[in-house]
């Protein structure tokens, strides 16, 4: 394991940096722009978007007491959502806070040059160069010079709020709603980038002491403080200045402390806006330098992030590239475009923050145990989620392209050079998610199927059908009805030449025919259940038996497995199986008497219901014991072994008769090896019937390697579909 950082962040300094972290361009370069789309309603779009912007504040709260590590929202959506995701978010999330860093530099030029005649890009390379050396030094230095800056400029904007507000002019905010839902929710949406580094400090979450107390109140604290700030701001920009003047000027609180606050004051915002633009590129580069160290950690980035330095024990050359990227944002890259597609992607990336922590909640992570609990959850999550999307609507079609184009280029550096490595064997808590809540439908469902009151079984044999086949088949029949409170029917189907009439051969009884009726007969005597029986004449067999299990709406089909010519049907099982409109059961080598261990195997997935069901009618006529065989891999996550555990445990507890599991790890081919040498009967789904057949072909059929053996194959009349199924296997 590499070099753990020093916790060395307290309280005050966590507030500091994500306060730091937000108030910069958001109120000393965007209200005038937000104030083109929404008018005076300017101010209650910047309350709107500290409202949802909190349910992601409530969420990274939450999670960064779980997972107090290095990070951030890379490690958060990675542990929900899996590597491909957490890379998605590494990426992105890593780009748009070095953009806003690169944003709050270039953005404070036009204040810069209301001081000093000086040009502005070489002096926003120096700045950014001396924040990089500031941060390769340490944290702590960091964390310190953060404190300060913060509270200046925090001072400076209390002033402008208390002396301008006996000037506010309530006329100005005349046609408040003026710009309606569209104007609004554009400001809102355009301000949003305002609030984002409210969570910037989870990202150096592994640097902060007693991070249980520090992390929810540094972030949930700074939020209001922010937010409060912002709100009380803006209100007085609008109450005092013009309109115009404030929507055509790259210094909108200069203009509007030019009317409000005397000289000294004018040069105190200057001095505060400088400030609190380099404070948000410096927690810039502290927090986003930390997600390609993450990466690095988990192995979704190259080794070389990892390196903490012996001197300064900080990640340099996580720094450094991140540094290096500012650097080249700063020379070579529009402003406007940064802003917007640092906003754009940040609410994407808030959106998936609330997306995770419902995956996390519903998950089985052990490892998952916060100090710190979101309230009313899910509701703040499920408000997040779905404002985040409509704020996503009125953004604007060339910042999304440009988020779009950031998740293409991160997928394909995680397929190129992460998934060709052999990936990572990690998997996210949505998936553990998914994978429950389809367990648990599973289980409704096998639920459903084993409490069946009543189930008519249809056995189809014919003329060329052995008597002690027959025999067999109907011991089945006979097990299932029972168990069920159903009935039984035995129809031998007999098939004539096409050239010859039904009608005759129907009324003419054979000598095969009457030995038929004599021994159902008496089978029909000394049954426990009535069984009836009679012969069907056609001219296609196949045809007949999908059409007569529909007439009598049977439940279930029971016939001969087939083997070959020789047997029941030959080759026509495969059309019957794919046409019945019901369950076929297909049997080889059932001994009703001999029947004491049933071993099931799993279809790569969960466990058909169909299955279940008739294993649990077949062991519970007979006294047996089911064995529930689950082939997996030893390399799986313990989320997903823990989740299978309870499938199996609920799928044990619906059973009447005695079962057991056993979890192998091996193949499916293996399973069906070793369930067959301790089982009397083996029972399998249709699915896996050619595994069988490769098993034949290779001689070491599991199935037909002794008498001792029988097999049911199970196909189920509603099997899920090909997508479902691949899904299922995948989840198990």
């Given at each position: 394991?590499?070099?753990?950082?020093?916790?060395?962040?307290?309280?005050?300094?966590?507030?500091?940096?994500?306060?730091?972290?937000?108030?910069?361009?958001?109120?000393f370069?965007?209200?005038?722009?937000?104030?083109?789309?929404?008018?005076?309603?300017?101010?209650?779009?910047?309350?709107?978007?500290?409202v949802?912007?909190?349910?992601?504040?409530?969420s990274?709260?939450?999670?960064?007491?779980?997972?107090?590590?290095?990070?951030?929202?890379?490690?958060?959506?990675?542990?929900?959502?899996?590597?491909?995701?957490?890379?998605?978010?590494?990426?992105?999330?890593?780009?748009?806070?070095?953009?806003?860093?690169?944003?709050?530099?270039?953005?404070?030029?036009?204040?810069?040059?209301?001081?000093?005649?000086?040009?502005?890009?070489?002096?926003?390379?120096?700045?950014?160069?001396?924040?990089?050396?500031?941060?390769?030094?340490?944290?702590?230095?960091?964390?310190?010079?953060q404190?300060?800056?913060?509270?200046?400029?925090?001072?400076?904007?209390?002033?402008?709020?208390?002396?301008?507000?006996?000037?506010?002019?309530r006329?100005?905010?005349?046609?408040?709603?003026?710009?309606?839902?569209?104007?609004?929710?554009?400001?809102?949406?355009?301000?949003?980038?305002?609030?984002?580094?409210?969570?910037?400090?989870?990202?150096?979450?592994?640097?902060?002491?007693?991070?249980?107390?520090?992390?929810?109140?540094g972030?949930?604290?700074?939020?209001?403080?922010?937010?409060?700030?912002?709100?009380?701001?803006?209100?007085?920009?609008?109450?005092?200045?013009?309109?115009?003047?404030?929507?055509?000027?790259?210094?909108?609180?200069?203009?509007?402390?030019?009317?409000?606050?005397?000289?000294?004051?004018?040069?105190?915002?200057?001095?505060?806006?400088?400030?609190?633009?380099?404070?948000?590129?410096n927690?810039?580069?502290?927090?986003?330098s930390?997600?390609?160290?993450?990466?690095?950690?988990?192995?979704?980035?190259?080794?070389?992030?990892?390196?903490?330095?012996?001197?300064?024990?900080?990640?340099?050359?996580?720094?450094?590239?991140?540094?290096?990227?500012?650097?080249?944002?700063?020379a070579?890259?529009?402003?406007?475009?940064?802003?917007?597609?640092?906003?754009?992607?940040?609410?994407?990336?808030?959106?998936?923050?609330?997306?995770?922590?419902?995956?996390?909640?519903?998950?089985?992570?052990?490892?998952?145990?916060?100090?710190?609990?979101?309230?009313l959850?899910?509701?703040?999550q499920?408000?997040?989620?779905?404002?985040?999307?409509?704020?996503?609507?009125?953004?604007?079609?060339?910042?999304?392209?440009?988020?779009?184009?950031?998740?293409?280029?991160?997928?394909?550096?995680?397929?190129?050079?992460?998934?060709?490595?052999?990936?990572?064997?990690?998997?996210?808590?949505?998936t553990?998610?998914?994978?429950?809540?389809?367990?648990r439908?599973?289980?409704k469902?096998?639920?459903?199927?084993?409490q069946?009151?009543?189930?008519?079984v249809?056995?189809?044999?014919?003329?060329?059908?052995?008597?002690?086949?027959e025999?067999?088949?109907?011991?089945?029949?006979?097990?299932l009805?029972?168990?069920?409170?159903?009935?039984?029917?035995?129809?031998?189907?007999?098939?004539?030449?096409?050239?010859?009439?039904?009608p005759?051969?129907?009324?003419?009884?054979?000598?095969?025919?009457?030995?038929?009726?004599?021994?159902?007969?008496?089978?029909?005597?000394?049954?426990?259940?009535?069984?009836?029986?009679?012969?069907?004449?056609?001219?296609?067999?196949?045809?007949?038996?999908?059409?007569?299990?529909?007439?009598?709406?049977?439940?279930?089909?029971?016939?001969?497995?087939?083997?070959?010519?020789?047997?029941?049907?030959?080759?026509?099982?495969?059309?019957?199986?794919?046409?019945?409109?019901?369950?076929?059961?297909?049997?080889?080598?059932?001994?009703?008497?001999?029947?004491?261990?049933?071993?099931?195997?799993?279809?790569?997935?969960?466990?058909?219901?169909t299955?279940?069901?008739?294993?649990?009618?077949?062991?519970?006529?007979?006294?047996?014991?089911?064995?529930?065989?689950?082939?997996?891999s030893?390399?799986?996550?313990?989320?997903?072994?823990?989740?299978?555990?309870?499938?199996?445990?609920?799928?044990?507890?619906?059973?009447?008769?005695?079962?057991?599991?056993?979890?192998?790890?091996?193949?499916?081919?293996?399973?069906?090896?070793?369930a067959?040498s301790?089982?009397?009967?083996?029972?399998?789904?249709?699915?896996?019937?050619?595994?069988?057949?490769?098993?034949?072909?290779r001689?070491?059929?599991?199935?037909?390697?002794?008498?001792?053996?029988?097999?049911?194959?199970?196909?189920?009349?509603?099997?899920?579909?090909?997508?479902?199924r691949?899904?299922?296997?995948?989840?198990?």
């Amino acid at each position: 394991m590499g070099k753990q950082l020093e916790r060395d962040l307290g309280l005050p300094a966590v507030t500091a940096i994500s306060i730091g972290a937000m108030v910069g361009s958001g109120i000393f370069i965007l209200p005038g722009l937000a104030m083109g789309m929404a008018g005076p309603a300017v101010v209650f779009a910047y309350f709107l978007a500290g409202v949802l912007v909190l349910p992601a504040a409530l969420s990274k709260s939450e999670m960064a007491t779980a997972m107090p590590e290095a990070g951030g929202t890379y490690l958060y959506i990675e542990r929900a959502m899996g590597p491909l995701f957490g890379t998605i978010a590494g990426v992105g999330t890593w780009f748009s806070l070095t953009f806003k860093g690169a944003l709050a530099l270039v953005g404070g030029a036009p204040y810069l040059v209301l001081l000093f005649d000086l040009p502005v890009t070489p002096v926003a390379l120096t700045v950014a160069a001396l924040l990089i050396v500031l941060n390769i030094v340490g944290a702590k230095q960091t964390g310190r010079m953060q404190i300060a800056i913060v509270a200046v400029m925090l001072a400076v904007m209390v002033w402008f709020i208390v002396v301008g507000a006996p000037s506010v002019d309530r006329v100005r905010f005349a046609g408040f709603f003026d710009s309606g839902l569209e104007g609004i929710l554009g400001a809102t949406g355009f301000v949003f980038v305002s609030y984002a580094g409210v969570t910037k400090i989870a990202s150096v979450a592994e640097e902060v002491e007693n991070p249980d107390r520090n992390l929810p109140l540094g972030i949930l604290g700074s939020l209001i403080i922010t937010a409060g700030i912002y709100v009380a701001i803006v209100t007085v920009m609008v109450g005092v200045a013009d309109e115009a003047a404030l929507t055509n000027t790259e210094t909108p609180m200069q203009v509007a402390a030019s009317t409000a606050l005397p000289t000294v004051g004018v040069a105190a915002i200057v001095v505060a806006a400088l400030l609190a633009l380099i404070s948000t590129a410096n927690a810039g580069i502290l927090s986003s330098s930390r997600y390609p160290f993450a990466m690095s950690r988990d192995g979704l980035a190259p080794d070389i992030f990892e390196n903490v330095s012996d001197r300064f024990e900080t990640p340099v050359n996580a720094i450094t590239i991140t540094g290096g990227v500012l650097l080249v944002l700063i020379a070579f890259v529009p402003i406007d475009d940064i802003a917007k597609l640092a906003s754009a992607f940040k609410i994407l990336v808030f959106i998936l923050i609330n997306v995770a922590l419902i995956a996390f909640r519903q998950g089985s992570i052990e490892a998952y145990d916060p100090s710190f609990e979101s309230p009313l959850y899910p509701v703040p999550q499920l408000v997040g989620i779905v404002g985040g999307f409509v704020l996503l609507r009125y953004i604007g079609f060339v910042p999304l392209v440009g988020a779009v184009v950031i998740i293409v280029g991160s997928m394909a550096w995680y397929y190129m050079f992460v998934y060709r490595r052999g990936g990572v064997a990690r998997e996210g808590a949505m998936t553990d998610a998914v994978r429950r809540s389809v367990g648990r439908d599973v289980v409704k469902q096998t639920e459903e199927q084993v409490q069946t009151d009543s189930t008519e079984v249809l056995v189809a044999v014919t003329e060329r059908t052995a008597p002690a086949v027959e025999q067999s088949l109907i011991e089945l029949a006979t097990d299932l009805a029972r168990t069920r409170e159903g009935g039984v029917r035995v129809a031998q189907f007999d098939e004539i030449p096409d050239q010859t009439p039904l009608p005759q051969s129907a009324s003419t009884l054979t000598q095969a025919d009457h030995a038929f009726e004599a021994r159902m007969a008496d089978r029909a005597t000394d049954s426990k259940i009535p069984i009836r029986y009679g012969e069907v004449v056609s001219h296609d067999t196949r045809h007949a038996i999908v059409n007569y299990a529909a007439e009598v709406a049977t439940d279930t089909l029971i016939i001969e497995r087939s083997t070959g010519s020789g047997t029941l049907l030959g080759s026509e099982t495969d059309w019957i199986e794919d046409h019945a409109p019901c369950d076929v059961i297909e049997v080889s080598n059932f001994d009703h008497e001999t029947v004491n261990d049933i071993g099931v195997v799993t279809d790569e997935g969960p466990f058909d219901p169909t299955k279940v069901a008739l294993a649990d009618a077949v062991a519970t006529a007979a006294g047996a014991t089911i064995t529930f065989y689950f082939p997996l891999s030893a390399a799986v996550p313990d989320s997903r072994r823990n989740t299978i555990d309870d499938y199996l445990s609920e799928l044990v507890a619906l059973c009447d008769s005695p079962a057991e599991t056993q979890i192998l790890e091996s193949s499916t081919d293996d399973a069906i090896e070793r369930a067959a040498s301790n089982s009397d009967l083996l029972i399998v789904s249709g699915i896996q019937r050619n595994l069988i057949d490769r098993l034949v072909s290779r001689g070491s059929d599991p199935v037909t390697a002794g008498t001792e053996h029988g097999t049911l194959i199970v196909y189920g009349v509603s099997q899920p579909g090909k997508l479902r199924r691949a899904v299922e296997r995948r989840l198990f």
